[in-house]
Every structure is written in structure tokens, then in C-alpha cells.
């Protein structure tokens, strides 16, 4: 065994601390917007919540460079993969939601007050969609061309 040691580098002190700081953070946000039903903008702080908390995890879990001496993470690191192209699909799926919206919202050629019943499903599907279908989507399609 080597005697070299490795120092703890100021990202395996900072990463976690500003991860946890920004996940704090971003709950009131996220309970607005469950609260007032915006499922794409949950939705994507939900995304970003969960990203952050990956890095908090993974800055604890190998803080230093001694790369033979570390876990090798085979459990988590399956389970992140997966879960880190979901979030990477749900981010720009709850974005196209938010910029959806907006665009329906500031189209003065049809201007609705009060949307109907089914305008409101068709909307809440869509979002369900690209908010969960898409990631889901995305990570049972990686599944089938992982390399095992």
C-alpha cells in the first residue's frame, strides 16, 4: 500500500454545501407551485431538487482524488444514471411545459377567459407527458442499450 495521501479538495467541501443550501431553498418554491397546481414549473424544480441532491450525495461519498481506494458504487450509481437522464429529459420537458404556457397565454388571436373542462385535461396530459412520459421513456430506452 502506497503512502501518498490525498487532501480533501475545496469542491469536496463547497459542492455538498451549496447542494444542500440550494435544495433548501428550492422547497417553498416547489410548495407554491404544487399548492397552486403548476405542475410543469413542480415539476421542474422537482428536477433540479433532485440533481443537486446527487451532488450532494456523490461530493460526500468521494471527496478526495485516491481514485484505487474508492467505493466503486455499483448500486448507486446504476440507480443515478437513470434517474440523472430522467432529470435531464424532465428539465427540458417541464421548460417546453413553461414556454407551452406562455405561448398560449400571450397568443392575442385566441384569447380564452375560462378554458373548458377538456381544454384543462388536454393541457394537464400534455404536461404529464413531457413532465414524467419523457424521462420515463427515457430511462427504460437506456435500459435496453446499456451495455451489461
Known amino acids: 500500500m502506497d503512502n501518498s495521501t490525498f ?3 475545496p469542491g469536496a467541501i463547497a459542492v455538498p454545501l451549496l447542494s444542500i443550501i440550494t435544495i433548501t431553498f428550492n422547497i417553498p ?3 407554491f407551485h404544487v399548492k397552486n397546481r403548476n405542475l410543469p414549473a413542480a415539476c421542474l424544480v ?3 431538487v433532485l440533481s443537486n441532491l446527487f451532488n450532494f450525495i456523490n461530493a ?6 485516491d481514485i484505487p481506494h474508492w467505493w466503486h458504487g455499483s448500486v448507486l450509481c446504476d440507480i443515478e444514471i437513470k434517474l440523472a437522464i430522467a432529470a435531464t429529459l424532465g428539465l427540458t420537458g ?3 411545459c413553461i414556454m407551452r404556457s406562455l405561448a398560449i397565454a400571450l ?3 385566441r384569447t380564452v377567459l375560462m378554458r ?3 381544454q384543462r385535461r388536454r393541457t394537464l396530459a400534455v404536461e404529464l407527458i413531457f413532465c414524467f412520459g419523457l424521462p420515463i421513456y427515457g430511462m427504460g430506452i437506456h435500459y435496453v ?3 451489461t
Open 116 to 118: 373548458s373542462k377538456a
Open 94 to 96: 417541464s421548460v417546453a
Open 107 to 109: 397568443d392575442t388571436n
Open 46 to 48: 422537482f428536477w433540479v
Open 29 to 31: 418554491p416547489f410548495a
Open 145 to 147: 442499450v446499456q451495455p
Open 7 to 9: 487532501a480533501l479538495s
Open 60 to 65: 460526500l461519498i468521494w471527496p478526495t482524488d
